[in-house]
């Protein structure tokens, strides 16, 4: 079984609207990280949390972390047109080693 | 500078071939990892190399899967005959150090097997 797994898998929002993700995981980590894959290729690394922190802002990403219930969850405000793509969230359950989760493919409408 | 780079972007195979697949991993980082994904789906683990120590293959889903990597740079992918469950988007990534650092992800190889 995967260790992280998203939540919604699928998310149609428009253009403008905030979109939140969450992710839920199983062992302990030491970081959870945010990806973003566009056309089913290359992920582009969106963002990084470690255990001892709760929230972390980049631009109009915010991520949020909660250990005890091993949960983590991505908003993106104002969305764009552009930020369709699929997200990721991996975590290193205390190894080298991303476990990914199954991803929520984000849909903004123009 | 350059990023992840992978060859070829794709590659489509009959049943029963061998293929290899590229990597070049960013200038420096130690640290190298190849992932496969299914349509649709997560990334699933398949090898891990940390400078010259032995490399993690616990993710290889057989024997016909191997990999190795030269010279502590670029890395190479091998599957043997091939089969059409191996059909995926194999993703090469490197990091700086293991663990706490972000990956850097190559654009993948497509990967058909007719």
């Known amino acids: 079984s995967q260790q992280g797994e998203e939540d919604p898998q699928a998310l149609s929002i428009q253009e403008g609207e905030n979109a939140t993700m969450n992710c839920s995981y199983k062992?302990?980590?030491?970081?959870l990280q945010w990806y973003r894959q566009n056309s089913g290729r290359g992920l582009v690394h969106l963002i990084l949390?470690?255990?001892?922190?709760r929230e972390k802002h980049s631009g109009r990403l915010r991520v949020t972390l909660d250990t005890s219930k091993k949960s983590s969850s991505l908003l993106i405000t104002a969305s764009r047109a552009a930020d369709t793509a699929s997200y990721f969230c991996?975590?290193?359950?205390?190894?080298?080693?991303?476990?990914f989760g199954s991803g929520t493919r984000l849909l903004v409408r123009p | 500078g350059a990023g992840v780079s992978q060859s070829p972007s794709n590659k489509v195979t009959e049943k029963g071939k061998d293929v290899e697949l590229r990597c070049d991993p960013i200038?420096?980082?130690?640290?190298l990892y190849w992932y496969r994904q299914s349509l649709g789906q997560g990334l699933e683990f398949l090898i891990y190399?940390?400078?010259?120590?032995?490399?993690?293959k616990s993710g290889l889903p057989s024997d016909r899967f191997s990999a190795e990597r030269t010279g502590g740079s670029v890395s190479t992918l091998t599957i043997q005959r091939t089969q059409q469950e191996d059909s995926a988007v194999y993703l090469c990534?490197?990091?700086?150090?293991?663990?706490?650092?972000?990956?850097?992800f190559g654009p993948g190889t497509r990967l058909t097997v007719l």
């Open positions: 949390i470690r255990s001892n922190e």
């Open positions: 990534a490197s990091s700086a150090l293991a663990g706490i650092n972000e990956q850097f």
């Open positions: 991996a975590t290193d359950g205390n190894s080298y080693k991303l476990i």
């Open positions: 190399f940390q400078g010259n120590s032995a490399p993690d």
């Open positions: 200038s420096g980082h130690t640290a």
């Open positions: 062992t302990s980590i030491n970081n």
